[in-house]
Antibody, heavy 114, light 110 residues
């Protein structure tokens, strides 16, 4: 059974940093593009970043380019998102999801507030 | 960042047919097709179709997707109470080199 489990969220001050992890099971991360998608309170889905199966290609939304980095450890079957220079508007539930959107984690809340 | 355009809300009667639309441009919907996702409150999204009408196993045949030019559509037949949800479209955009989402359509089943 495919499972994606996010961790690492929490409360951070504006300008701060945070690291999110997404542990995958039931399939090999190396076979899929993986993505992070977020959803602000009461808002719609917002693409954040993606990374290819071998890690050589990445994609970022303009709103996070230069502030967020995405990486993966295929040996540990884990996807990462590092969030820097956080702003109040980055407050959201962050989901990790697979290439064809067929599996999603339950999401992890990131709150940026002083 | 350029996104896709969806009507904010659609209301239809039980057992009727709803058609949701998603308008993009030649860099996204018109080029790569669109995916459709359903989201109930408090739950992660669930994919209904990927790249136009590729429907994952387990998704009801009541859901069908299509595309005409730069506009993708999701048709839901025989509306049921459980179809009341938010629906999002998504597509790869060659100009921004990233996926983009529509703002979502809230479907109400009366």
């Amino acid at each position: 059974e495919v499972q994606l489990v996010e961790s690492g969220g929490g409360l951070v001050q504006p300008g701060g940093s945070l690291g999110l992890s997404c542990a995958a099971s039931g399939f090999s991360l190396s076979t899929s593009w993986m993505h992070w998608v977020r959803q602000g309170p009461g808002k719609g889905l917002d693409y954040v970043a993606g990374i290819s199966g071998d890690g050589t290609w990445t994609a970022f939304a303009d709103s996070v380019k230069g502030r967020f980095t995405i990486s993966r450890d295929n040996a540990k079957n884990t996807l990462f998102l590092h969030l820097n220079s956080l702003r109040a508007e980055d407050t959201a539930v962050y989901y990790c999801t697979r290439e064809t959107w067929d599996h999603w984690g339950q999401g992890i809340l990131v709150t940026v507030s002083s | 960042q350029a996104g896709l355009t969806q009507p904010p809300s659609v209301s239809k009667d039980l057992r009727q047919t709803a058609t949701l639309t998603c308008t993009g441009n030649s860099n996204n919907v018109g080029n790569q097709g669109a995916a459709w996702l359903q989201q109930h409150p408090g739950h992660p999204p669930k994919v209904l179709s990927y790249r136009d009408n590729n429907r994952p196993s387990g998704i009801s045949e009541r859901f069908s997707a299509s595309r005409s030019g730069n506009t993708a559509s999701l048709t839901i037949t025989g509306l049921q109470p459980e179809d009341e949800a938010d629906y999002y479209c998504s597509a790869w955009d060659n100009s921004v080199i990233a996926w983009v989402f529509g703002g979502g359509t809230k479907l109400t089943v009366l």
